[in-house]
C-alpha cells in the first residue's frame, strides 16, 4: 500500500495574515529552549474576529506547539512498544494470517489492499512481472535435484588404446552404461545395482542419454524452423497439475509445496500426507507428497524411502480425476528415479505406459528410445527413433541418437548425416559430447578432414579440453602433455622393475600366447579398420581379473607392491598382441586421470609404430614407453610377425591419494 504523507494544513487566515503588516512582540525563550512568540498560531486565526491582540489569549487558552509534540512522541512510543509487544508475545500467529491472505494478493506486494481488490474486480491489471514469477514458480513444482553419488562407471576396455567412448559424461559424478558396439547401454549387472545407488556403487546413473542432462542451447528464429519442430516445441506450455477440486484448496498445496522448496523436507512430507488424509483423492496432493519423500530420500540418502516415493508416484498417477499433465509429470518422475535405482526394466515400463497415453508426444518416445538404449536393445531404440523421425524428421534429438545407434552398428557413412544435422539442430540434448565425438571418428574414417571442425566445436562447447584430446571423463587442472619420460611420472621405481625383468614377462606371455589357450581375446571394440589384435587381462578397474595371474605368476608378483598400476581403478594391466597388417583407427582413452605405459617384449625391427596427436614414436624391447590416451593416437603393424606389448595404466601422478580412492571406476 502506499504511505499517506501527512502535511499541516495551511489556513486561509494564515495567507490573510502575512499581508497585514504587524509588530511582533520580542521572542522568548521558554524551559524547553525554544523560542516563542507571542503571536502564535492560534493567535493567528483570531486575526478575521477581531485582531492580533487576542493572540496570547488563544495560546494560553489552547494547546501550544509543545505539548502536540509530546502528546505526538506519546503516542508513537505507545503504537511501538505495542508492536514489540505483539510480536514478542507471540500474540498474532503472522504465518498463518499472512499465508491466507496472500492467496488474495493480487498485485505481488505481499498484502491485500485496495490495489488488490481492482485488479480482483478486473479495473486493473496484474503485474506482468507477477504472472511471469508465478509461472516459474509453478513450473518450479515440477524440478528435482538429481543426488550426487559416487557411482562405478562400467565400461568395456578391452582394448590396448581404448574403445568406443561411453555416453554422456558431462559430470565426473556421471555414470555411463556399456560401450559395446553390439548394445550401447547399460551394462549386465544394471538390474543388480537396486538398494546401493545411494552407497556409491550404482551401475547405472538415469538420465545418461536424457534431454534434461544436455546443455540447453539458444533456439533458432521461428522462421527458421522446420514446421514439425514447430509444432514439437509449441507443446511447451506450463503445465496444469490441478483438478476443479483442487484449485479450491490451492493455498493449502502451495503452503506446503513451499516448505518443500525451502528444503524443509520433513515438514512437507508431514504437511503433504496431512492433506493426503485429508483428501485421499487428492492426485496434487499425493503428487506433492512424492516429491517430498523423493527429497527426502535424497537428504538421508535412503533407497527405501525413495522405494516410498516411488509407490507414492504411481499412486498418485492412477487416481481419478488427475488431469493429463499431472499423469505426464508423475510418471515421467517416476521413470527417471527408477533409473537412478538402476531398476531398467521398470523405467521402461513405466515409460511405455507414458506414450501409450501420449502416443503423440514425441519427447515421451525419445525418452522411450533412451529407456530400451540403458538396457542394451539398439533394435528396438531404432524402431522408436525411426518412428519419431516419420512423424518429425526434423527432430534433432531423435537424429543424434539414430546416427550413434548406426555407428554402433558399424554403418559409418550412414550415420554421418544423421550426426551431423542432429548437432547442427541446436534442439535440446544434442549438444553432447558424445556426439561430437562418434561424429568426428566416423568422419575420420572416411577420410573426411572435416572432423577436426567437429572436435573443435565440441572443444569450443567445453566436452573436450582441447581438439586432440578429447577424453570425457577428466579431472581439471591435471598436467596434460601427449608423451611422457620416467622421470616426468615420478614412477622410476616401476619403469625400472618392468626393464630388469622385461624378459621373465616376456618369456610368461609366450607361454600363454597360444591359441589353444584361449586366454588371449579379439579386441571387439570396432577400434582396428584392419587385421588381428589379441588381448590378456591381468588387472582391470584396479581389481584382478579372475584366474589370470595364475597363468602367469612371476608377471603379476612383480607388480604386486605398485598400487599405482594394481590400483588404478580407471586402467588396466594386460598383455596385447597385433599381428602382421593391422591398423588401428585414430582414437582417443575416456579418461585424462590415467598414463599408459608399454613395455616393448617382442617387437619387429621395422614396420611397427604409434602415433599420438602429431609425433610418432617407436617401440624398443626391454624400453617403456609412456603417453597419455586421452589425447588423439594411432598405432600401425606393418611388419613380417606379431608385435608383443605389456601395457600398464597408472594412475596420473598430480592426483592426490584422496582422488585415487574415489574417483569412480572405468
Known amino acids: 500500500m502506499e504511505e499517506t504523507v501527512l502535511e499541516e494544513p495551511i489556513c486561509e487566515e494564515a495567507v490573510l495574515a502575512e499581508e497585514i503588516p504587524e509588530v511582533k512582540p520580542a521572542a522568548m525563550v521558554n524551559k524547553n529552549g525554544v523560542k516563542a512568540e507571542a503571536a502564535t498560531a492560534s493567535g493567528g486565526g483570531d486575526v478575521a474576529s477581531g485582531g492580533v491582540a487576542s493572540g496570547g489569549g488563544g495560546a494560553a487558552s489552547g494547546f501550544s506547539g509543545t505539548k502536540i509534540f509530546t502528546w505526538f512522541m506519546v503516542l508513537a512510543l505507545l503504537g511501538v512498544w505495542s508492536s514489540v509487544a505483539v510480536v514478542w508475545l507471540d500474540l498474532v500467529d503472522y504465518d498463518n494470517v499472512i499465508g491466507k491472505l496472500s492467496a488474495y494478493d493480487a498485485d505481488g506486494d505481499g498484502d491485500f489492499d485496495v490495489e488488490d481488490a481492482k485488479v480482483l474486480l478486473g479495473v486493473k491489471e496484474r503485474p506482468v512481472s507477477l504472472v511471469q514469477k508465478e509461472a516459474k514458480e509453478e513450473s518450479a513444482v515440477e524440478e528435482q535435484t538429481e543426488p550426487i553419488v559416487e557411482e562405478v562407471i562400467q565400461t568395456t576396455e578391452g582394448t590396448e588404446e581404448e574403445g568406443q567412448l561411453p555416453p554422456n559424461p558431462s559430470q565426473e559424478q556421471q555414470a555411463p552404461e556399456g560401450?559395446?558396439?553390439?548394445?550401447?547401454?547399460?551394462?549386465?549387472?544394471?538390474?543388480?545395482?537396486?538398494?546401493?545407488?545411494?552407497?556409491?556403487?550404482?551401475?547405472?546413473?538415469?538420465?545418461?542419454?536424457?534431454?534434461?542432462?544436455?546443455?540447453?542451447?539458444?533456439?533458432?528464429?521461428?522462421?527458421?524452423?522446420?514446421?514439425?519442430?514447430?509444432?514439437?516445441?509449441?507443446?511447451?506450455?506450463?503445465?496444469?497439475?490441478?483438478?476443479?477440486?483442487?484449485?479450491?484448496?490451492?493455498?493449502?498445496?502451495?503452503?506446503?509445496?513451499?516448505?518443500?522448496?525451502?528444503?524443509?523436507?520433513?515438514?512437507?512430507?508431514?504437511?503433504?500426507?496431512?492433506?493426503?488424509?485429508?483428501?485421499?483423492?487428492?492426485?496434487?496432493?499425493r503428487y506433492g507428497k512424492a516429491l517430498a519423500e523423493d527429497d527426502l530420500a535424497e537428504k538421508m540418502r535412503s533407497n527405501d524411502m525413495l522405494q516410498k516415493a516411488l509407490s507414492t508416484y504411481k499412486e498418485a498417477s492412477e487416481l481419478p480425476n488427475a488431469t493429463p499433465d499431472l499423469i505426464k509429470a508423475t510418471l515421467k518422475k517416476r521413470a527417471e528415479r527408477q533409473q537412478f535405482l538402476g531398476r531398467m526394466r521398470g523405467a521402461l515400463a513405466t515409460l511405455e505406459k507414458l506414450v501409450q497415453i501420449f502416443p503423440e508426444d514425441m519427447a515421451l518416445k525419445n525418452d522411450l528410445g533412451v529407456a530400451h538404449l540403458l538396457i542394451g536393445?539398439?533394435?528396438?531404440?531404432?524402431?522408436?527413433?525411426?518412428?519419431?523421425?516419420?512423424?518429425?524428421?526434423?527432430?534433432?534429438?531423435?537424429?543424434?541418437?539414430?546416427?550413434?545407434?548406426?555407428?554402433?552398428?558399424?554403418?559409418?557413412?550412414?550415420?554421418?548425416?544423421?550426426?551431423?544435422?542432429?548437432?547442427?539442430?541446436?534442439?535440446?540434448?544434442?549438444?553432447?559430447?558424445?556426439?561430437?565425438?562418434?561424429?568426428?571418428?566416423?568422419?575420420?574414417?572416411?577420410?573426411?578432414?572435416?572432423?577436426?571442425?567437429?572436435?573443435?566445436?565440441?572443444?569450443?562447447?567445453?566436452?573436450?579440453?582441447?581438439?586432440?584430446?578429447?577424453?570425457?571423463?577428466?579431472?581439471?587442472?591435471?598436467?596434460?602433455?601427449?608423451?611422457?619420460?620416467?622421470?616426468?611420472?615420478?614412477?622410476?621405481?616401476?619403469?625400472?622393475?618392468?626393464?630388469r625383468n622385461w624378459?621373465?614377462?616376456?618369456?610368461?606371455?609366450?607361454?600363454?600366447?597360444?591359441?589353444?589357450?584361449?586366454?588371449?581375446?579379439?579386441?571387439?571394440?570396432?577400434?582396428?579398420?584392419?587385421?588381428?589384435?589379441?588381448?590378456?587381462?591381468?588387472?582391470?578397474?584396479?581389481?584382478?581379473?579372475?584366474?589370470?595371474?595364475?597363468?602367469?605368476?612371476?608377471?603379476?608378483?612383480?607388480?604386486?607392491?605398485?598400487?599405482?598400476?594394481?590400483?588404478?581403478?580407471?586402467?588396466?594391466?594386460?598383455?596385447?598382441?597385433?599381428?602382421?597388417?593391422?591398423?588401428?583407427w585414430p582414437h582417443t582413452g575416456p579418461t585424462n586421470c590415467r598414463l599408459r605405459m608399454h613395455l616393448g617384449l617382442v617387437i619387429p625391427k621395422t614396420g611397427c609404430k604409434i602415433r599420438c596427436t602429431n609425433d610418432t614414436r617407436a617401440w624398443e624391447e626391454g624400453k617403456v614407453l609412456i603417453f597419455d590416451d586421452s589425447f588423439e593416437h594411432e598405432v600401425w603393424q606393418d611388419a613380417d610377425s606379431y608385435r608383443l606389448i605389456f601395457i600398464v595404466d597408472v594412475w596420473h601422478p598430480e592426483l592426490t591419494q584422496y582422488q585415487r580412492q574415489t574417483l569412480s571406476p572405468i
Open 179 to 285: 560401450e559395446s558396439p553390439d548394445a550401447v547401454g547399460t551394462t549386465a549387472k544394471a538390474e543388480d545395482a537396486t538398494e546401493e545407488s545411494f552407497e556409491g556403487k550404482l551401475a547405472v546413473e538415469a538420465g545418461s542419454f536424457e534431454a534434461e542432462a544436455a546443455v540447453q542451447v539458444e533456439e533458432r528464429n521461428a522462421e527458421d524452423q522446420p514446421e514439425d519442430m514447430l509444432q514439437y516445441k509449441a507443446k511447451k506450455k506450463k503445465p496444469k497439475l490441478l483438478n476443479t477440486f483442487e484449485k479450491t484448496i490451492k493455498a493449502e498445496i502451495d503452503t506446503a509445496e513451499k516448505l518443500r522448496k525451502k528444503g524443509k523436507v520433513e515438514e512437507a512430507v508431514r504437511a503433504f500426507d496431512t492433506l493426503v488424509q485429508q483428501y485421499p483423492q487428492s492426485p496434487r496432493c
Open 377 to 499: 536393445d539398439n533394435k528396438s531404440a531404432k524402431r522408436v527413433y525411426e518412428e519419431v523421425l516419420a512423424i518429425a524428421p526434423s527432430n534433432g534429438f531423435a537424429k543424434v541418437h539414430y546416427g550413434f545407434i548406426l555407428k554402433s552398428e558399424n554403418k559409418i557413412a550412414e550415420s554421418i548425416p544423421f550426426l551431423r544435422d542432429g548437432l547442427e539442430s541446436g534442439d535440446p540434448g544434442t549438444d553432447d559430447g558424445r556426439f561430437y565425438f562418434h561424429l568426428g571418428d566416423a568422419l575420420q574414417r572416411m577420410g573426411d578432414d572435416s572432423a577436426y571442425k567437429w572436435y573443435e566445436r565440441g572443444h569450443q562447447r567445453g566436452h573436450f579440453a582441447s581438439v586432440w584430446q578429447r577424453s570425457l571423463y577428466n579431472v581439471d587442472g591435471l598436467k596434460a602433455q601427449p608423451w611422457w619420460t620416467p622421470k616426468d611420472t615420478g614412477y622410476m621405481d616401476l619403469i625400472k622393475t618392468l626393464e
Open 503 to 584: 624378459r621373465t614377462i616376456r618369456d610368461e606371455a609366450l607361454s600363454v600366447m597360444d591359441k589353444t589357450t584361449g586366454l588371449f581375446v579379439p579386441e571387439e571394440e570396432n577400434l582396428r579398420e584392419k587385421g588381428e589384435w589379441g588381448q590378456f587381462t591381468l588387472w582391470q578397474q584396479g581389481k584382478k581379473a579372475g584366474e589370470s595371474c595364475h597363468s602367469v605368476p612371476k608377471t603379476c608378483g612383480l607388480l604386486e607392491r605398485y598400487t599405482e598400476a594394481t590400483g588404478c581403478k580407471r586402467g588396466q594391466i594386460k598383455f596385447s598382441v597385433m599381428q602382421p597388417g593391422t591398423h588401428v
